[in-house]
């Protein structure tokens, strides 16, 4: 962690840093000739000559007109001046002393050249001329500032990107051009030269100790990690185009340690843990994996891809956000469909979020999984895009994929993730409704297969509502809102409205319906309170058949159980579910599963001999994996936490394999009269006008409920055009209509009507 008092130790270091470099471009932009005295000056201080002698050996002359009083004077003003450059040094000037003193020490004319006379306006007059001891003092000053714990700035980017102390100070150089306004003026000065006040690869060469030649190679730090910008004209040398800091780095220079702003655009940051609400253990053991595989990596020096495996991605970021946290970093989420697919933009991405990742405590969470929901062009793009991208990377990253992916460069960590077992959600519920609980936490973990963070959310916008509903049925609401969304992309939801009253079924069939509810209702209490879910391996769904013919109220008897039940209802078109290409169908098999199973949703298989037929003799490859996507079906009806319903008009053809892993088998048979003529009677709406229909006479018409309900709709919409009442006549007619569509026979007779109402 930084010290409170570093921003403070960081700012000495960098003015320290910043009057070392204008001593030196000082020292670099005086004359030649002078530079040769100042260098000669320096080696007699050093090494003084003997008394009477001068440092060629002559015989020492005295200055003509020189005083002992003259001579005083001027040791006393060089005191002076000394004594100004140290408090220069150390920061200890005012603005108002710079100005005063810069002029009482100010240089002789012939000190500062005809090029500062023609630019005065422009160039700071030199406070006195720059010396190699003052230059070295202040080398001393600033490397005494950098022993600090932990290191400035501009020392820590040096040893994080591994930066060289030419390149270092060859960094400083551009910086130091949006640091102070001084620096402008000194490198025209220093490159004599007016039209280049600006800092070059050249002037560095000039002016740095140990300079390198590579340090602007493409792949050395300055260049690879975009530390610097090189405005290079068409036909203007490397050495001599100016040299610009890139402006993140010139911010974490002055201390100002922020994400890139061009990575802000495409990276969300993902809310970590606060330290109130723990993982469930079967999450946490998720998490004390990953932090074991990194911390591994961390010692052989590259961190393994992390990849998330699992659909349910609110676990997933929990758990990468736990993890992050217990490392002490900061989590971004980048979906991978923003990944650029042009290879050098990619490559510039990844850089930059390496430079980030050395420079700030972040982990990347890098969202893949609708990437393998389909083989599209743009799909497969994009999942190359996510490889070159993680092969060019050395840092922490969450990859959220689903299903373990093989990557180019090498395999990453799977490590599953699946939501809390339903005595964690049940706790979860408990704890978050606390004296309101009142069995409710039971029912909704048992009906419900949510995450941490779905159940929170729940909550929230339940008690939000403040309508006069129970809060037990507000939280059921909320339950059912928050898991349909995902599996209305898959399937087809029905709106259930039909009730036990509306169905017409012998006394088996219709008691049969009722255990299926029943069981459905009462299975968290038989599995987890009773112990059967311990005791038991498999088989713990609920599965059912229903067989008849085509309109023989299949779909209605759905329709009642998801009414009854409160559960959503959605039919399957296997068509959609099933994929010519291998591999394909379990997976869009998986993810249906798993989005119903969070809303205990009653999936409705409707035309199930379709695939469920009897198994083919394999006489290829295609036969044989089509045999084991049946095998995947049946293996997740039985597991799965919902009603599945498998519906056929043609129960001999199904596998008898498969019809004794079935829980419940329901036959629809054609309707007798009795049951006909109790249809007839509820399938008018009260609303509608009825004359003197004949239920007795309608019953005898050998039709199915389905036909009863379509001839029921057409005899409305008739007796609407005429503007009459729906009557005995306009209900033959549509009859008549109806078994014509049919390709039934007809006998005229039984569809005119000359008596009364039955």
Request: glycine share 6%.
């Amino acid at each position: 962690m930084i010290p409170a008092d570093w921003q403070q130790k960081n700012d000495e270091y960098l003015a320290l840093a910043l009057a070392w470099l204008r001593l030196r471009l000082e020292l670099q932009a005086q004359p030649e000739s002078e530079r040769e005295r100042e260098t000669k000056a320096s080696q007699e201080e050093a090494y003084p000559a003997p008394a009477g002698q001068q440092s060629d050996g002559s015989p020492e002359k005295k200055a003509w007109g020189q005083s002992e009083e003259n001579k005083a004077q001027s040791s006393a003003t060089s005191t002076e001046r000394q004594g100004w450059i140290k408090k220069l040094l150390t920061g200890e000037l005012s603005s108002r002393e710079t100005s005063a003193d810069s002029q009482k020490f100010d240089l002789e004319p012939n000190a500062t050249g005809a090029l500062h006379a023609e630019r005065e306006d422009l160039i700071d007059k030199p406070q006195s001329p720059a010396k190699k001891v003052d230059v070295a003092q202040a080398a001393i000053n600033m490397e005494e500032a950098g022993k600090v714990e932990p290191p400035p700035a501009l020392i820590m980017l040096s040893q994080r990107l591994g930066l060289s102390r030419f390149e270092q100070d060859l960094l400083l150089l551009s910086a130091a051009m949006e640091l102070d306004t001084r620096i402008e003026g000194l490198c025209a000065r220093a490159q004599d030269d007016m039209a280049r006040p600006y800092p070059t690869f050249a002037l560095g060469l000039a002016l740095f100790d140990n300079p390198s030649w590579d340090a602007l190679s493409p792949h050395r730090p300055l260049r690879y990690w975009q530390l610097l910008e090189i405005h290079q004209a068409a036909a203007q040398p490397l050495t001599s185009s100016p040299l610009r800091a890139d402006e993140r780095i010139v911010s974490f220079i002055k201390g100002l340690n922020y994400l890139d702003d061009r990575l802000s655009s495409i990276l969300v940051p993902l809310p970590l843990s606060n330290g109130k609400a723990d993982l469930p253990p079967s999450q946490s053991a998720s998490v004390d994996e990953a932090v074991q595989h990194l911390g591994q990596g961390a010692e052989r020096g590259r961190f393994p891809v992390i990849q998330l495996l699992g659909w349910d991605r609110q676990s997933m970021r929990l758990m990468a956000g736990m993890t992050a946290s217990r490392l002490g970093l900061h989590l971004y989420r980048l979906p991978a469909e923003l990944l650029p697919s042009d290879v050098t933009e990619l490559e510039t991405l990844a850089r930059l979020w390496q430079r980030e990742s050395l420079l700030l405590p972040v982990a990347l969470y890098l969202d893949a999984q609708n990437l393998d929901r389909n083989r599209s062009s743009e799909a497969a793009s994009a999942a190359s895009a996510v490889d070159r991208f993680l092969g060019r990377l050395s840092c922490i990253v969450f990859l959220d994929v689903g299903e373990t992916w093989q990557f180019s460069w090498g395999e990453g960590i799977g490590i599953e993730v699946s939501k809390p077992t339903p005595q964690e959600q049940k706790a979860a519920w408990a704890a978050a409704l606390g004296k309101e609980e009142n069995g409710t936490a039971d029912l909704l973990a048992g009906q419900f297969n949510l995450s941490l963070a779905g159940i929170g959310q729940v909550i929230s916008g339940a008690k939000e509502d403040q309508s006069a509903v129970p809060l037990k049925d507000r939280l059921w609401k909320g339950c059912l809102a928050l898991t349909r969304p995902r599996l209305d992309v898959l399937a087809q939801r029905i709106d259930a409205r039909a009730g036990w009253d509306d169905i017409v079924l012998p006394a088996a069939e219709a008691s049969l319906l009722h255990q299926i509810a029943d069981q459905v209702r009462h299975r968290s209490q038989v599995y987890d309170r009773w112990g059967f879910r311990r005791e038991m391996n498999r088989g713990l769904g609920i599965s059912a058949l229903f067989a008849g013919e085509s309109g023989t109220g299949k779909t209605m008897a759905a329709e009642v159980i998801a009414n009854d039940l409160g559960l959503s209802l959605y039919r399957i078109d296997l068509s959609a579910v099933v994929n010519k290409y291998i591999g394909e169908t379990e997976k869009n098999l998986r993810w249906l599963f798993d989005a119903a199973e969070d809303g205990g949703a009653i999936l409705f298989f409707d035309e199930a001999d379709a695939l469920f037929g009897r198994r083919s003799e394999v006489k290829d490859s295609h036969d044989r994996y089509a045999n084991i996507e049946i095998n995947y079906l049946l293996q997740r009806i039985e597991s799965y936490r919902g009603l599945a319903i498998l519906a056929t008009n043609m129960k001999s053809a199904l596998d008898l394999a498969f019809l004794r892993r079935l829980r419940f088998i329901v036959n629809f048979a054609f309707p007798g009269q009795t049951e006909r003529k109790l249809i007839w009677q509820k399938v008018f709406p009260e609303e509608t006008p009825l004359q003197a229909l004949n239920y007795d006479k309608l019953a005898s018409l050998n039709l199915t409920g389905g036909s009863i309900h379509n001839i029921a709709l057409s005899s409305a919409f008739l007796a609407a055009s005429a503007g009459s009442q729906v009557t005995m006549p306009i209900v033959l007619s549509a009859a008549r209509t109806e078994m014509r569509k049919l390709d039934r026979p007809i006998n005229e007779a039984d569809y005119v009507w000359t008596g009364g109402a039955g």
